[in-house]
């Protein structure tokens, strides 16, 4: 089963920020949280990845809280390219360690026009 | 830099047939994992390959079984086909270190008559 929790959907405007949250409350320390995402029938993609600290990149934010239990996945001004359906996931990144990237259903962002 | 890639794009097959498909992966990456995506839910984790042999496996039968050839490239293949199998299949390459980010390719779209 995934460690996280997500809302099934969200809707945003074109071109403000898209803002998605994750519940991962039982994260080891040495577990990473990535996000991918996974356009209509496409392989997923690779968005960002962090363990303790915010991290950006040229496709968004990630910001972690403190106590690691959440964090939220930032796209600073969505275009309809961003509509997806987005996943969080927790892993160790440690090789062959048993663990492997566990997608639930994450949730479908809709740019709206 | 060749990203992900994967063949057949699409495949039909009838029940109890066998099937297989290909990956090659992203230049530089040693390691291969795949994943089996239903319609309507997120990937499921099948098996990794490193070093030409499975270093992990998901909860799935031993009709599905793999290969890693010394170039890295790997093959997914599945015996007696059941219409269950339906689903599009995904492959991922990343390197054995510990930040083990795994790239996806577009995957093989299977369909079991």
């Known amino acids: 089963d995934a460690k996280t929790t997500q809302p099934p959907s969200m809707d945003c405007a074109e071109g403000r920020a898209a803002n998605l949250p994750c519940n991962h409350s039982t994260i080891s320390g040495n577990e990473y949280v990535y996000w991918y995402r996974q356009i209509h029938s496409q392989g997923p993609q690779y968005i960002i990845h962090?363990?303790?600290n915010n991290e950006t990149n040229e496709m968004a934010s990630l910001i972690i809280t403190e106590d690691r239990k959440s964090s939220t996945l930032i796209l600073p001004h969505a275009t309809l390219r961003d509509t997806a359906v987005y996943y969080c996931i927790v892993r160790v990144s440690v090789p062959f360690s048993g663990q492997n990237f566990v997608f639930g259903p994450g949730t479908r962002l809709s740019v709206l026009p | 830099d060749a990203g992900v890639t994967q063949s057949p794009t699409h495949l039909i097959k009838t029940r109890g047939q066998q099937v297989t498909l290909r990956c090659s992966p992203k230049s530089g990456h040693d390691t291969v994992s795949w994943y089996q995506q239903a319609l309507g839910q997120g990937p499921q984790f099948i098996f990794q390959y490193y070093e030409e042999e499975e270093r992990q496996r998901g909860n799935f039968p031993d009709r599905f079984s793999g290969h890693q050839f010394p170039n890295y490239s790997s093959e997914l293949n599945v015996n007696a086909l059941l219409l269950g199998d339906s689903a599009l299949y995904l492959c991922?390459?990343?390197?054995?270190?510990?930040?083990?980010?795994?790239?996806f390719g577009p995957g093989t779209r299977l369909l079991v008559l």
């Open positions: 991922a390459s990343s390197l054995a270190q510990p930040q083990e980010t795994q790239y």
């Open positions: 962090g363990l303790k």
